[in-house]
């Protein structure tokens, strides 16, 4: 059943891809600015559009169809793809830390005792 709608879905697909892409667009050639019947002649000025319309609404409503048929059929048959197999356990490796610039840079506290103590052991100034 699911093969058969698949199938089914892909030729409508590729029907409704055709019929958007034969279609033209609202302002047709150059010829049918004027009035003219142009390259579709063969179906008379407004025939062509009313058929691929007609094309493709009919091919648009299989579409939707088809894909909530296919909706319902996958999910109607609700398992699992691992059935029954244990799930493996996942290798860890641990990476040891490298130096940042951040562990470089001390705090205010560290910063101001390091000026302190240089101070005290610096030659007095001479004034």
């Excluded at 892409?21 to 009313?50: E, I, M």
């Excluded at 244990?86 to 506290?109: F, Q």
């Amino acid at each position: 059943m699911n093969e058969l709608l698949t199938i089914i879905h892909v030729v409508v697909c590729l029907v409704l891809i055709l019929a958007v892409l034969l279609q033209s667009g609202k302002a047709g050639d150059l010829a049918g600015a004027f009035g003219g019947a142009g390259s579709q002649s063969v179906f008379g000025p407004r025939g062509v559009a009313t058929i691929l319309s007609k094309v493709t609404t009919i091919s648009a409503v299989l579409f939707m169809v088809t894909s909530m048929g296919l909706w319902i059929v996958s999910s109607k048959g609700a398992r699992s793809v691992v059935r029954g197999e244990a799930a493996e356990a996942a290798e860890t490796t641990t990476v040891p830390a490298t130096k940042t610039e951040s562990e470089d840079v001390k705090p205010p506290t560290e910063v101001k005792k390091e000026a302190q103590e240089k101070e005290k052991t610096a030659p007095p100034k001479a004034e």
